[in-house]
Protein backbone atom coordinates (compact mmCIF):
# COMPACT_ATOMS: atom_id res chain seq x y z
CA UNK A 1 0.00 0.00 0.00
CA UNK A 2 0.84 3.57 -0.60
CA UNK A 3 0.31 6.28 2.27
CA UNK A 4 0.35 9.81 2.07
CA UNK A 5 -1.09 12.51 4.02
CA UNK A 6 -3.06 15.26 2.93
CA UNK A 7 -3.56 18.45 3.82
CA UNK A 8 -7.11 18.10 6.03
CA UNK A 9 -5.18 15.07 7.92
CA UNK A 10 -7.08 12.09 6.67
CA UNK A 11 -4.63 9.56 5.83
CA UNK A 12 -4.98 7.77 2.76
CA UNK A 13 -4.23 4.30 2.34
CA UNK A 14 -4.33 3.27 -1.61
CA UNK A 15 -4.28 -0.81 -1.73
CA UNK A 16 -1.30 -1.60 -4.17
CA UNK A 17 -0.84 -5.29 -5.49
CA UNK A 18 2.30 -4.20 -7.33
CA UNK A 19 4.86 -2.22 -6.58
CA UNK A 20 5.02 -0.57 -9.66
CA UNK A 21 1.75 0.75 -8.84
CA UNK A 22 2.44 1.89 -5.16
CA UNK A 23 4.70 4.08 -6.21
CA UNK A 24 3.26 5.40 -9.12
CA UNK A 25 0.46 5.88 -5.76
CA UNK A 26 3.32 7.54 -3.91
CA UNK A 27 3.67 11.45 -4.29
CA UNK A 28 1.93 14.26 -5.51
CA UNK A 29 -1.53 13.41 -5.02
CA UNK A 30 -4.06 16.30 -3.83
CA UNK A 31 -5.72 14.29 -1.29
CA UNK A 32 -9.35 14.15 0.07
CA UNK A 33 -10.40 14.38 -3.17
CA UNK A 34 -10.20 11.73 -5.36
CA UNK A 35 -7.66 9.74 -5.95
CA UNK A 36 -6.09 9.37 -9.11
CA UNK A 37 -4.99 6.18 -9.66
CA UNK A 38 -3.43 5.02 -12.92
CA UNK A 39 -5.82 3.22 -15.07
CA UNK A 40 -5.09 -0.53 -15.82
CA UNK A 41 -6.54 -2.20 -18.33
CA UNK A 42 -6.55 -5.47 -16.98
CA UNK A 43 -6.06 -6.72 -13.23
CA UNK A 44 -3.22 -6.11 -11.40
CA UNK A 45 0.37 -7.80 -11.25
CA UNK A 46 0.74 -9.25 -8.30
CA UNK A 47 4.18 -10.35 -7.05
CA UNK A 48 4.49 -13.83 -6.58
CA UNK A 49 3.11 -15.19 -3.15
CA UNK A 50 1.29 -11.96 -2.44
CA UNK A 51 -2.88 -13.07 -2.75
CA UNK A 52 -5.18 -10.43 -3.54
CA UNK A 53 -6.25 -11.02 -0.22
CA UNK A 54 -3.67 -10.33 1.82
CA UNK A 55 -3.47 -7.18 0.32
CA UNK A 56 -6.14 -5.96 1.01
CA UNK A 57 -6.13 -7.61 4.66
CA UNK A 58 -3.08 -5.37 5.60
CA UNK A 59 -4.43 -2.17 3.77
CA UNK A 60 -7.28 -3.07 6.13
CA UNK A 61 -5.18 -3.70 8.98
CA UNK A 62 -2.91 -0.71 8.63
CA UNK A 63 -6.48 1.84 8.44
CA UNK A 64 -8.23 0.08 11.52
CA UNK A 65 -5.36 0.63 13.37
CA UNK A 66 -3.87 4.10 12.64
CA UNK A 67 -4.36 6.57 14.78
CA UNK A 68 -6.21 9.46 13.50
CA UNK A 69 -9.00 9.37 10.28
CA UNK A 70 -8.05 7.52 7.75
CA UNK A 71 -9.40 6.03 3.81
CA UNK A 72 -8.52 3.22 2.01
CA UNK A 73 -8.73 3.38 -1.68
CA UNK A 74 -8.91 0.69 -4.08
CA UNK A 75 -8.09 2.18 -7.23
CA UNK A 76 -9.48 1.38 -11.11
CA UNK A 77 -8.77 -2.20 -12.18
CA UNK A 78 -9.95 -5.59 -11.37
CA UNK A 79 -9.11 -7.54 -8.22
CA UNK A 80 -9.91 -11.22 -8.13
CA UNK A 81 -11.10 -11.90 -4.23
CA UNK A 82 -12.25 -14.95 -2.42
CA UNK A 83 -13.82 -15.04 0.58
CA UNK A 84 -12.40 -11.83 2.35
CA UNK A 85 -13.33 -10.18 6.19
CA UNK A 86 -12.80 -6.82 7.03
CA UNK A 87 -12.89 -6.86 11.26
CA UNK A 88 -13.58 -4.62 13.56
CA UNK A 89 -13.40 -3.24 16.39
CA UNK A 90 -10.66 -0.12 14.58
CA UNK A 91 -8.68 2.15 16.67
CA UNK A 92 -8.52 4.95 14.07
CA UNK A 93 -11.13 8.04 14.36
CA UNK A 94 -14.35 7.11 13.27
CA UNK A 95 -15.60 6.43 10.76
CA UNK A 96 -13.37 4.60 8.61
CA UNK A 97 -14.07 5.46 4.69
CA UNK A 98 -13.70 2.48 2.06
CA UNK A 99 -13.55 4.06 -1.12
CA UNK A 100 -13.80 1.34 -3.97
CA UNK A 101 -13.22 2.63 -7.45
CA UNK A 102 -12.55 -0.49 -9.11
CA UNK A 103 -14.39 -3.99 -9.54
CA UNK A 104 -13.54 -6.34 -7.19
CA UNK A 105 -14.56 -10.08 -8.26
CA UNK A 106 -15.41 -13.15 -6.43
CA UNK A 107 -13.60 -16.03 -7.16
CA UNK A 108 -16.44 -18.72 -8.28
CA UNK A 109 -15.57 -21.11 -6.57
CA UNK A 110 -18.33 -22.39 -3.54
CA UNK A 111 -15.75 -24.62 -1.79
CA UNK A 112 -13.95 -21.46 -0.74
CA UNK A 113 -16.51 -19.87 0.94
CA UNK A 114 -16.74 -20.63 4.62
CA UNK A 115 -18.70 -18.30 6.25
CA UNK A 116 -22.18 -16.20 5.15
CA UNK A 117 -20.73 -13.40 2.86
CA UNK A 118 -18.02 -13.40 -0.07
CA UNK A 119 -17.00 -9.66 1.49
CA UNK A 120 -17.64 -9.16 4.95
CA UNK A 121 -17.68 -6.12 7.29
CA UNK A 122 -18.07 -7.89 11.22
CA UNK A 123 -18.00 -5.19 13.97
CA UNK A 124 -16.80 -1.80 12.99
CA UNK A 125 -18.42 1.48 14.28
CA UNK A 126 -18.26 3.82 11.92
CA UNK A 127 -17.92 2.63 8.33
CA UNK A 128 -18.69 4.85 4.69
CA UNK A 129 -18.54 2.19 1.92
CA UNK A 130 -18.26 4.56 -1.05
CA UNK A 131 -16.26 5.14 -4.34
CA UNK A 132 -18.31 4.37 -7.34
CA UNK A 133 -16.96 0.70 -7.74
CA UNK A 134 -18.70 -2.75 -8.24
CA UNK A 135 -18.82 -5.74 -6.28
CA UNK A 136 -19.07 -8.61 -9.33
CA UNK A 137 -20.49 -11.74 -7.25
CA UNK A 138 -19.31 -13.68 -10.51
CA UNK A 139 -22.85 -15.72 -9.34
CA UNK A 140 -23.79 -17.22 -12.73
CA UNK A 141 -21.08 -20.06 -12.20
CA UNK A 142 -22.26 -21.50 -8.62
CA UNK A 143 -26.32 -20.73 -9.23
CA UNK A 144 -26.77 -23.85 -10.50
CA UNK A 145 -25.96 -25.37 -7.12
CA UNK A 146 -28.30 -23.66 -5.33
CA UNK A 147 -31.32 -26.38 -4.46
CA UNK A 148 -33.67 -24.46 -2.45
CA UNK A 149 -36.36 -24.97 -4.51
CA UNK A 150 -36.19 -28.45 -3.71
CA UNK A 151 -34.60 -28.58 -0.57
CA UNK A 152 -35.93 -26.15 2.08
CA UNK A 153 -32.85 -27.11 4.30
CA UNK A 154 -30.37 -25.85 2.13
CA UNK A 155 -26.80 -23.66 2.61
CA UNK A 156 -27.27 -20.44 0.86
CA UNK A 157 -24.42 -19.47 -0.79
CA UNK A 158 -22.54 -16.38 0.39
CA UNK A 159 -23.80 -12.96 0.16
CA UNK A 160 -21.87 -10.80 -1.70
CA UNK A 161 -21.61 -8.17 0.78
CA UNK A 162 -22.47 -9.07 4.84
CA UNK A 163 -22.59 -6.76 7.08
CA UNK A 164 -22.94 -8.02 10.80
CA UNK A 165 -22.65 -6.49 14.14
CA UNK A 166 -21.97 -2.89 12.75
CA UNK A 167 -22.77 0.44 13.90
CA UNK A 168 -23.48 3.25 11.85
CA UNK A 169 -22.66 2.59 8.62
CA UNK A 170 -23.22 4.29 5.14
CA UNK A 171 -22.89 2.48 1.78
CA UNK A 172 -23.31 4.96 -1.12
CA UNK A 173 -23.30 4.91 -4.61
CA UNK A 174 -21.82 1.11 -4.82
CA UNK A 175 -22.41 -0.94 -7.70
CA UNK A 176 -23.56 -5.04 -6.91
CA UNK A 177 -23.80 -7.39 -9.59
CA UNK A 178 -24.31 -11.50 -10.04
CA UNK A 179 -23.97 -12.39 -5.93
CA UNK A 180 -24.02 -15.55 -5.47
CA UNK A 181 -26.64 -15.48 -2.92
CA UNK A 182 -28.25 -12.32 -1.49
CA UNK A 183 -26.41 -9.03 -2.82
CA UNK A 184 -26.52 -7.48 1.03
CA UNK A 185 -27.29 -9.00 3.76
CA UNK A 186 -27.25 -6.32 6.88
CA UNK A 187 -27.73 -8.14 10.54
CA UNK A 188 -27.22 -7.69 14.06
CA UNK A 189 -26.55 -4.15 13.19
CA UNK A 190 -27.74 -0.43 14.55
CA UNK A 191 -27.83 2.89 12.23
CA UNK A 192 -26.96 1.67 8.80
CA UNK A 193 -27.86 3.67 5.69
CA UNK A 194 -27.80 2.69 2.02
CA UNK A 195 -27.80 5.26 -0.69
CA UNK A 196 -27.52 5.36 -4.21
CA UNK A 197 -27.37 1.63 -4.74
CA UNK A 198 -27.47 -0.76 -8.24
CA UNK A 199 -28.14 -3.95 -7.71
CA UNK A 200 -28.40 -6.08 -11.15
CA UNK A 201 -28.96 -9.31 -11.26
CA UNK A 202 -30.42 -12.11 -13.84
CA UNK A 203 -34.45 -12.25 -13.63
CA UNK A 204 -33.83 -16.10 -12.72
CA UNK A 205 -30.95 -16.19 -10.85
CA UNK A 206 -32.20 -18.09 -7.54
CA UNK A 207 -31.91 -16.29 -3.87
CA UNK A 208 -30.51 -13.17 -5.11
CA UNK A 209 -32.23 -10.42 -3.12
CA UNK A 210 -31.16 -7.32 -3.02
CA UNK A 211 -31.33 -6.62 0.42
CA UNK A 212 -31.59 -8.64 3.56
CA UNK A 213 -32.16 -7.13 6.75
CA UNK A 214 -32.60 -9.02 10.02
CA UNK A 215 -32.23 -8.10 13.60
CA UNK A 216 -31.12 -4.53 12.69
CA UNK A 217 -32.58 -1.39 14.64
CA UNK A 218 -32.54 2.46 12.36
CA UNK A 219 -32.05 1.39 8.54
CA UNK A 220 -32.56 3.56 5.77
CA UNK A 221 -32.81 2.90 2.43
CA UNK A 222 -33.03 5.45 0.09
CA UNK A 223 -33.15 5.66 -3.87
CA UNK A 224 -31.70 2.43 -5.07
CA UNK A 225 -32.27 0.38 -8.46
CA UNK A 226 -32.56 -3.32 -7.56
CA UNK A 227 -32.98 -5.76 -10.52
CA UNK A 228 -32.31 -9.30 -9.32
CA UNK A 229 -34.10 -12.48 -9.48
CA UNK A 230 -35.76 -12.79 -6.04
CA UNK A 231 -37.11 -10.21 -3.50
CA UNK A 232 -35.75 -6.67 -4.11
CA UNK A 233 -35.58 -5.90 -0.30
CA UNK A 234 -36.50 -8.62 2.06
CA UNK A 235 -37.32 -7.93 5.87
CA UNK A 236 -36.39 -10.63 7.99
CA UNK A 237 -36.93 -11.23 11.62
CA UNK A 238 -35.36 -8.22 14.35
CA UNK A 239 -35.96 -5.96 11.98
CA UNK A 240 -37.18 -2.87 13.38
CA UNK A 241 -37.53 1.16 12.12
CA UNK A 242 -36.43 0.44 8.65
CA UNK A 243 -37.50 3.09 6.13
CA UNK A 244 -37.41 2.21 2.62
CA UNK A 245 -37.88 5.26 0.10
CA UNK A 246 -37.17 6.40 -3.23
CA UNK A 247 -36.11 2.52 -4.28
CA UNK A 248 -37.25 1.34 -7.91
CA UNK A 249 -37.64 -2.68 -8.03
CA UNK A 250 -37.94 -4.86 -11.05
CA UNK A 251 -37.44 -7.68 -12.35
CA UNK A 252 -37.41 -9.62 -9.17
CA UNK A 253 -40.19 -10.44 -6.28
CA UNK A 254 -41.05 -7.51 -5.08
CA UNK A 255 -40.54 -6.18 -1.50
CA UNK A 256 -41.15 -8.53 1.08
CA UNK A 257 -41.59 -8.69 5.10
CA UNK A 258 -40.50 -12.45 6.12
CA UNK A 259 -40.02 -14.74 5.51
CA UNK A 260 -40.82 -15.01 9.10
CA UNK A 261 -40.88 -18.01 11.10
CA UNK A 262 -38.98 -20.54 9.39
CA UNK A 263 -36.72 -20.83 12.49
CA UNK A 264 -37.92 -21.03 16.05
CA UNK A 265 -37.72 -17.87 18.59
CA UNK A 266 -37.55 -15.40 16.06
CA UNK A 267 -37.54 -11.58 17.11
CA UNK A 268 -40.38 -9.51 16.19
CA UNK A 269 -40.32 -7.10 13.13
CA UNK A 270 -41.46 -3.34 13.68
CA UNK A 271 -41.51 0.37 12.69
CA UNK A 272 -41.23 -0.79 8.73
CA UNK A 273 -41.93 2.22 6.44
CA UNK A 274 -41.47 1.74 2.62
CA UNK A 275 -42.42 5.27 0.70
CA UNK A 276 -42.37 6.36 -2.51
CA UNK A 277 -41.27 3.58 -4.46
CA UNK A 278 -41.95 1.84 -7.47
CA UNK A 279 -42.32 -1.68 -8.79
CA UNK A 280 -42.33 -2.58 -12.72
CA UNK A 281 -42.60 -6.21 -13.61
CA UNK A 282 -41.89 -7.82 -10.24
CA UNK A 283 -43.96 -11.45 -9.15
CA UNK A 284 -44.98 -9.89 -5.73
CA UNK A 285 -45.79 -5.56 -5.15
CA UNK A 286 -45.89 -5.15 -1.67
CA UNK A 287 -45.67 -8.88 0.69
CA UNK A 288 -45.82 -10.37 4.04
CA UNK A 289 -45.50 -13.96 4.37
CA UNK A 290 -44.69 -16.18 6.94
CA UNK A 291 -44.37 -19.58 7.76
CA UNK A 292 -46.63 -21.11 10.02
CA UNK A 293 -43.30 -20.89 13.09
CA UNK A 294 -42.73 -23.16 16.09
CA UNK A 295 -42.88 -20.12 17.49
CA UNK A 296 -44.45 -16.98 18.22
CA UNK A 297 -43.65 -13.63 17.29
CA UNK A 298 -45.19 -10.04 15.44
CA UNK A 299 -45.03 -8.22 12.50
CA UNK A 300 -46.76 -4.89 12.94
CA UNK A 301 -46.41 -1.37 12.81
CA UNK A 302 -45.88 -1.10 8.65
CA UNK A 303 -46.86 1.09 6.60
CA UNK A 304 -46.65 1.48 2.25
CA UNK A 305 -47.11 4.88 1.14
CA UNK A 306 -47.42 5.92 -2.33
CA UNK A 307 -46.22 3.04 -4.47
CA UNK A 308 -46.36 2.71 -7.97
CA UNK A 309 -46.82 -0.74 -9.62
CA UNK A 310 -46.40 -1.39 -13.14
CA UNK A 311 -47.54 -5.11 -14.52
CA UNK A 312 -47.02 -6.19 -10.61
CA UNK A 313 -48.26 -10.53 -10.66
CA UNK A 314 -49.42 -9.61 -7.11
CA UNK A 315 -49.17 -6.12 -6.32
CA UNK A 316 -50.52 -6.55 -2.29
CA UNK A 317 -50.21 -10.06 -0.70
CA UNK A 318 -50.29 -11.28 2.98
CA UNK A 319 -49.38 -14.97 2.35
CA UNK A 320 -49.27 -16.93 6.04
CA UNK A 321 -49.20 -20.15 4.60
CA UNK A 322 -45.76 -19.39 2.69
CA UNK A 323 -43.61 -22.25 1.20
CA UNK A 324 -45.64 -24.98 2.72
CA UNK A 325 -48.28 -27.50 1.78
CA UNK A 326 -49.01 -28.05 5.79
CA UNK A 327 -52.31 -26.86 6.71
CA UNK A 328 -51.02 -25.67 10.39
CA UNK A 329 -52.38 -21.78 11.18
CA UNK A 330 -49.20 -19.47 11.40
CA UNK A 331 -48.36 -18.24 14.89
CA UNK A 332 -47.18 -15.50 13.67
CA UNK A 333 -49.55 -12.37 14.35
CA UNK A 334 -49.64 -9.30 11.91
CA UNK A 335 -50.83 -5.68 13.11
CA UNK A 336 -51.24 -2.36 12.12
CA UNK A 337 -50.40 -2.31 8.57
CA UNK A 338 -51.12 0.19 6.13
CA UNK A 339 -51.26 0.62 2.56
CA UNK A 340 -51.76 4.00 1.61
CA UNK A 341 -51.77 5.61 -2.49
CA UNK A 342 -50.99 2.32 -3.71
CA UNK A 343 -51.64 3.00 -7.97
CA UNK A 344 -50.36 1.22 -11.08
CA UNK A 345 -51.16 -1.88 -12.97
CA UNK A 346 -51.56 -5.56 -12.03
CA UNK A 347 -51.02 -8.66 -14.03
CA UNK A 348 -53.45 -11.00 -12.26
CA UNK A 349 -57.27 -10.58 -11.37
CA UNK A 350 -56.75 -10.92 -7.67
CA UNK A 351 -54.93 -7.55 -6.69
CA UNK A 352 -55.10 -8.14 -2.94
CA UNK A 353 -55.16 -10.96 -1.46
CA UNK A 354 -54.52 -11.70 2.09
CA UNK A 355 -54.48 -14.62 3.40
CA UNK A 356 -54.12 -14.81 7.57
CA UNK A 357 -53.46 -17.04 9.80
CA UNK A 358 -57.02 -18.98 11.16
CA UNK A 359 -55.32 -18.99 14.61
CA UNK A 360 -53.94 -15.15 14.24
CA UNK A 361 -55.99 -13.20 12.20
CA UNK A 362 -54.19 -10.23 10.52
CA UNK A 363 -55.84 -7.48 12.76
CA UNK A 364 -55.71 -3.36 12.22
CA UNK A 365 -55.23 -3.28 8.21
CA UNK A 366 -55.79 -0.43 6.59
CA UNK A 367 -56.19 0.56 2.88
CA UNK A 368 -56.20 4.38 2.01
CA UNK A 369 -56.43 5.53 -1.66
CA UNK A 370 -55.89 2.29 -3.14
CA UNK A 371 -56.13 2.43 -7.30
CA UNK A 372 -55.07 -0.30 -9.06
CA UNK A 373 -56.14 -1.35 -12.60
CA UNK A 374 -55.75 -4.68 -14.85
CA UNK A 375 -52.69 -4.27 -17.45
CA UNK A 376 -55.36 -5.88 -19.92
CA UNK A 377 -58.50 -3.90 -18.61
CA UNK A 378 -60.29 -6.82 -17.28
CA UNK A 379 -61.79 -6.92 -13.71
CA UNK A 380 -60.10 -6.98 -10.40
CA UNK A 381 -60.79 -8.48 -7.13
CA UNK A 382 -59.85 -8.29 -3.37
CA UNK A 383 -59.65 -12.12 -1.11
CA UNK A 384 -59.28 -11.52 2.43
CA UNK A 385 -59.15 -14.62 4.86
CA UNK A 386 -58.41 -14.24 8.41
CA UNK A 387 -57.97 -10.83 8.42
CA UNK A 388 -59.72 -7.74 9.19
CA UNK A 389 -59.40 -4.68 7.32
CA UNK A 390 -60.66 -0.60 7.48
CA UNK A 391 -61.03 1.51 3.82
CA UNK A 392 -61.06 4.80 3.75
CA UNK A 393 -60.73 6.91 0.40
CA UNK A 394 -61.02 5.74 -3.19
CA UNK A 395 -60.82 2.03 -3.48
CA UNK A 396 -59.71 -0.37 -6.81
CA UNK A 397 -60.39 -3.51 -6.18
CA UNK A 398 -63.44 -2.93 -4.36
CA UNK A 399 -62.79 -4.05 -1.22
CA UNK A 400 -63.64 -7.48 0.67
CA UNK A 401 -67.10 -8.10 1.42
C1 LIG B 1 -38.30 6.92 9.19
O1 LIG B 1 -39.27 7.88 8.81
C2 LIG B 1 -39.98 8.41 9.92
C3 LIG B 1 -41.11 9.25 9.38
O2 LIG B 1 -40.67 10.15 8.42
C4 LIG B 1 -39.00 9.15 10.81
O3 LIG B 1 -39.69 9.69 11.92
C5 LIG B 1 -37.93 8.21 11.28
O4 LIG B 1 -36.94 8.87 12.02
C6 LIG B 1 -37.25 7.52 10.09
N1 LIG B 1 -36.37 6.50 10.58
C7 LIG B 1 -35.19 6.21 9.99
C8 LIG B 1 -34.44 5.08 10.53
O5 LIG B 1 -34.76 6.86 9.05
C1 LIG C 1 -42.86 11.07 -1.34
O1 LIG C 1 -43.52 11.62 -2.46
C2 LIG C 1 -44.47 12.62 -2.07
C3 LIG C 1 -45.29 12.96 -3.30
O2 LIG C 1 -44.49 13.10 -4.43
C4 LIG C 1 -43.70 13.79 -1.50
O3 LIG C 1 -44.59 14.81 -1.12
C5 LIG C 1 -42.95 13.32 -0.26
O4 LIG C 1 -42.15 14.34 0.26
C6 LIG C 1 -42.07 12.11 -0.59
N1 LIG C 1 -41.57 11.57 0.66
C7 LIG C 1 -40.34 11.13 0.80
C8 LIG C 1 -39.99 10.65 2.15
O5 LIG C 1 -39.53 11.14 -0.11
Not at 75 to 101: D, H, N, R
Not at 261 to 289: Q, W
Request: hydrophobic share 35%.
Amino acid sequence: MAIRRTASTIVVLVLCLALVSCEAFGGGGRGHGRVAGPRRPAGPRLPAGVGVEKAFIQTWTAACNYNGRVRIVVPLGVYKLSETVFQGPCKCQAPITFQVMGTLKAVADVSEYSGSGWITFDGITGLILTGGGTFDGQGQAVWKYNDCKENPNCVHLPAAIYFSQMKDTIIRGINLVNSMGFHMHITNSYLFRAIGLHITSPADSPNTDGMHISKSNLVRIVRNVIRTGDDCISIGQGATNVNITKVTCGPGHGISVGSLGKLPNEMDVTGIIVRNCTLVGTTNGLRIKTYPAKTPSRASGILFSNIVMNNVQNPIIIDQGYHTRSTKPSLIKISDVNFENIRGTSMSAVAVNLMCSSINPCQNVRFNNVNLKHSRNLRLTSTCVNARVGYSGFQYPPPCR
